[in-house]
Nanobody, 123 residues
């Protein structure tokens, strides 16, 4: 049973930084693309960032490009999302996902999802 467990969320002031982690259980999933999505209250879940299983290819949503960085640690089967210059509009629940095909901006490309971690940015 694959599990994705997010951590690192919390409350931060605007302009601050946070690093989210996603621990993926199961060595067979190291060759899966990984992605981060977020969902703010009353809004649809949106794409944040994705990384290929090799780590060579990355892609970012327009609203986070230049501020967020996705990376992965293969030995630990962990994916990170470094978030800098945070804004109040970044407030959301952040979800990690893993997919056999990718990387992709589309939620339907991902087979497994974590439960999410809350990020709150105060103004």
């Amino acid at each position: 049973q694959v599990q994705l467990v997010e951590s690192g969320g919390g409350l931060v002031q605007a302009g601050g930084s946070l690093r989210l982690s996603c621990a993926v259980s199961g060595s067979s999933f190291r060759r899966y693309a990984k992605g981060w999505f977020r969902q703010a209250p009353g809004k649809e879940r949106e794409f944040v960032a994705t990384i290929s299983w090799s780590g060579v290819s990355t892609d970012y949503g327009d609203s986070v490009k230049g501020r967020f960085t996705i990376s992965k640690e293969n030995a630990e089967n962990t994916v990170y999302l470094q978030m800098n210059s945070l804004k109040p509009e970044d407030t959301a629940v952040y979800y990690c996902a893993a997919g056999r095909y990718g990387p992709s901006r589309y939620q339907t490309s991902y087979d497994y999802w974590g439960r999410g971690t809350q990020v709150t940015v105060s103004s």
